[in-house]
């Protein structure tokens, strides 16, 4: 992943990421253990039909997944990374679903973005592997891009208060800023703070497995 002023060598460490066969497909086992928690939590929270733009959607099992569970959605995958929208357009030629968009170049540190409107915006797994300044840019794009009402679904590990929810999550941290100082597990309220800046109300926290969270935020009317 790479945003202008930095270099994001990999959205997934690549120890957490698989080439499956001679295609371009790659597989992460984690995605296919939380996709069905994710997808439960998309179902009550995103809209009945329009189009999702998924931020760094990696190896596009996630989009691929939820594209077929919630068919009156068009969905959007996007990704920084020339192999990970291979391995999208890969998955999605087998998955041949007629919602499922190709793949775009999208950096969210980079204006314009390809996209100028969705209803939604669904990013899973990158604002702690990535810079602080991913972050922010993610919410100053969404301000942009979303209606009055639009979702803005957050999914990955989190602090709160301060501090990790979980040692797993320390120790998670601790490897991530070992490989770059400005990657990290972020603090909820900090992230919080962002969306209050861009007009993004904090409308839900959910627990999910693995001690991580879904943060949902919509924009205010």
């Known amino acids: 992943m790479r945003a202008e002023g930095f270099t994001f060598d990999a959205p997934i460490p690549t120890r957490f990421v ?24 998309l179902k009550r929270v995103l809209p009945v039909r329009g189009t999702v733009l998924e931020i760094a959607s990696g190896t596009g099992q996630h989009a691929i997944h939820f594209a077929a569970a919630l068919p009156d959605l068009v969905w959007q995958p996007t990704d920084t990374e020339a192999a990970a929208r291979a391995s999208i357009a890969a998955w999605a030629a087998d998955a041949a679903l007629p919602n499922l968009r190709a793949p775009l170049a999208l950096d969210v540190c980079v204006e314009p973005w390809p996209l100028a409107a969705a209803d939604a915006i669904v990013c899973i797994n990158m604002i ?33 208060g301060g501090a990790h929810t979980a040692e797993s999550n320390a120790q998670f941290d601790a490897q991530l800023r070992s490989r770059d100082p400005a990657w990290g597990v972020r603090d909820l309220e900090t992230v919080a703070e962002l969306g209050r800046a861009a007009d993004l109300a904090l409308d839900e926290i959910v627990e999910m497995p693995a001690n991580n969270l879904s943060v949902v935020f919509r924009k205010r009317a």
């Open 18 to 41: 698989m080439q499956i066969d001679s295609s371009s497909r790659q597989w992460a086992p984690a995605t296919e253990r939380n996709r069905e928690p994710i997808l439960d939590v």
């Open 128 to 160: 702690h592997i990535a810079p602080w300044a991913a972050a922010c840019a993610l919410f100053d794009g969404a301000a942009r891009v979303l209606p009055d009402g639009g979702v803005l679904y957050l999914y990955g590990p989190y602090r709160r």
